[in-house]
T-cell receptor, first 113, second 111 residues
């Protein structure tokens, strides 16, 4: 299907476990982003990528790792999950230069017990 | 650091009422976007304003970009229950490819 997809949509894990959230886009957009959304904090940028093999930290990168070996995929890994990482995670992409208008995936609701 | 302040944070109104949401900054943005997010979904782009003083209309929604490109407003006329959701403003951070998001305004329209 065309667009931006995230998997899984829901995930429950335990403290200390490694978790990977997947993001896939079919538009060949150069930029991709990972946000977390928590009540009272709005959308906070975790990491972003300007192109394959180019990634950079956002506002709240600690405890997260990203990679981008292919343009269409941008996985986010929590190396050792903590309860404070319980959140809703959104992936987004845009075409650089077009006012940076972003297209969001449906989100992954992650609960860390 | 560029920041966007949205107000109000929460708004609960009756169907048929009008409302305005504000998005303010001390920084100049080259463009500003408004997104709407429904529960369980990702934000969806409503509009992008680019020119200072620009006004764009989307049915009952009117978006305005301030003359100095530091602020924006969203006005909804005769709100309907279907307008319920989280409204987010976002400023283009330029060559970084990133957006600066406001905290959002949660709107509830009661029938």
């Amino acid at each position: 299907d065309a667009g931006i997809t995230q998997s899984p949509r829901y995930k429950i894990t335990e403290t200390g476990r490694q978790v990977t959230l997947m993001c896939h886009q079919t538009w060949s957009h150069s930029y991709m982003f990972w946000y977390r959304q928590d009540l009272g904090h709005g959308l906070r940028l975790i990491y972003y990528s300007a192109a394959a093999d180019i990634t950079d930290k956002g506002e709240v990168p600690d405890g997260y790792v990203v990679s981008r070996s292919k343009t269409e995929n941008f996985p986010l890994t929590l190396e050792s999950a903590t309860r404070s990482q319980t959140s809703v995670y959104f992936c987004a992409s845009n075409i650089a230069g077009v006012y940076n208008e972003q297209f969001f995936g449906p989100g992954t609701r992650l609960t860390v017990l | 650091t560029q920041l966007l302040e949205q107000s109000p944070q929460f708004l609960s109104i009756q169907e048929g009422e009008n409302l305005t949401v504000y998005c303010n900054s001390s920084s100049v943005f080259s463009s500003l976007q408004w997104y709407r997010q429904e529960p369980g979904e990702g934000p969806v782009l409503l509009v992008t304003v680019v020119t200072g003083g620009e006004v764009k209309k989307l049915k009952r929604l009117t978006f305005q970009f301030g003359d100095a490109r530091k602020d924006s407003s969203l006005h909804i006329t005769a709100a309907q229950p279907g307008d319920t959701g989280l409204y987010l403003c976002a400023g283009d951070a330029g060559n970084t490819g990133k957006l600066i998001f406001g905290q959002g305004t949660t709107l509830q329209v009661k029938p």
